[in-house]
């Protein structure tokens, strides 16, 4: 199993983004993909989930201005990022695992890691 990110970059504040995530290896059936992200000298910490049911899960930080979705044709999976503020400057990173888990937001629960992707938002 593998996991590509890619889609990031330098914007400025209020501007948008969307970042994807290639599942190879595997379907995403019964699974788990999300968002993870990791600002320097922070903990990773979770922005934003989607399970193969169809359930979606975010973060309070970023509720209302992110949309996570996948394109099955594509074995991929993306974040949509909008009205980016400062504070959402980071890695991004997604992660994969089977089967779905209740702790979906808990980076410990994946096996599975994208190489990661740097968004800067500039104020």
């Known amino acids: 199993v593998q996991l590509q990110a890619s889609g990031g970059g330098l914007v400025q504040a209020g501007d948008s983004l969307r970042l994807s995530c290639v599942l190879s290896g595997r379907s995403f059936s019964g699974g788990t993909m999300t968002w993870f992200r990791q600002a320097p000298e922070k903990e990773r910490e979770f922005v934003a989930a989607?399970?193969?049911?169809?359930?979606?899960y975010y973060s309070n930080s970023v509720k209302g201005r992110f949309t996570i979705s996948r394109d099955s044709a594509r074995n991929t999976v993306y974040l949509q990022m909008n009205r980016l503020k400062s504070e959402d400057t980071a890695v991004y990173y997604c992660?994969?695992?089977?089967?779905?888990?209740?702790?979906?937001?808990?980076?410990?629960?994946?096996?599975?890691w994208g190489q990661g992707t740097q968004v800067t938002v500039s104020s």
């Open positions: 992660a994969a695992r089977w089967p779905h888990t209740v702790a979906y937001y808990s980076a410990k629960e994946y096996d599975y």
């Open positions: 989607f399970r193969t049911n169809g359930a979606t």
